[in-house]
């Protein structure tokens, strides 16, 4: 469990084959060395290269998990659309829609 007060992460990491997976961290950088070495989500195993296109620092645990979650209502084009309007990869503290 993270310690009180730490700052989670919304991120987005892009597949070879071009499919977005979205998560919340309270460290980007351990988590995407994660996801490249097999470990973490099932989703993202054999998938590689992994990219990380977009990351935002959002606060909270409570608060990560509802912009991860409205994040991943979005369909694949929605999705595209939101990343193009952002920085890549860089904490901007935008919105999720």
């Known amino acids: 469990?993270?310690?009180?007060?730490?700052?989670?992460?919304?991120?987005?990491?892009?597949?070879?084959?071009?499919?977005?997976?979205?998560?919340?961290?309270?460290d980007v950088a351990r988590r995407l060395a994660e996801h490249r070495g097999g470990r973490g989500a099932k989703a993202l195993r054999g998938k590689g290269?992994?990219?990380?296109?977009?990351?935002?620092?959002?606060?909270?645990?409570?608060?990560?998990?509802?912009?991860?979650?409205?994040?991943?209502?979005?369909?694949?084009?929605?999705k595209r659309r939101w990343l193009a309007e952002r920085p890549a990869a860089e904490d901007t503290g935008t919105p999720v829609p």
């Open 1 to 26: 469990m993270a310690e009180a007060g730490r700052r989670w992460h919304l991120y987005v990491i892009e597949t070879a084959a071009g499919a977005l997976y979205t998560g919340i961290t309270t």
């Open 49 to 78: 290269p992994l990219r990380l296109v977009y990351r935002e620092a959002v606060g909270d645990h409570g608060e990560a998990l509802r912009r991860e979650a409205a994040l991943k209502r979005l369909d694949a084009a929605a």
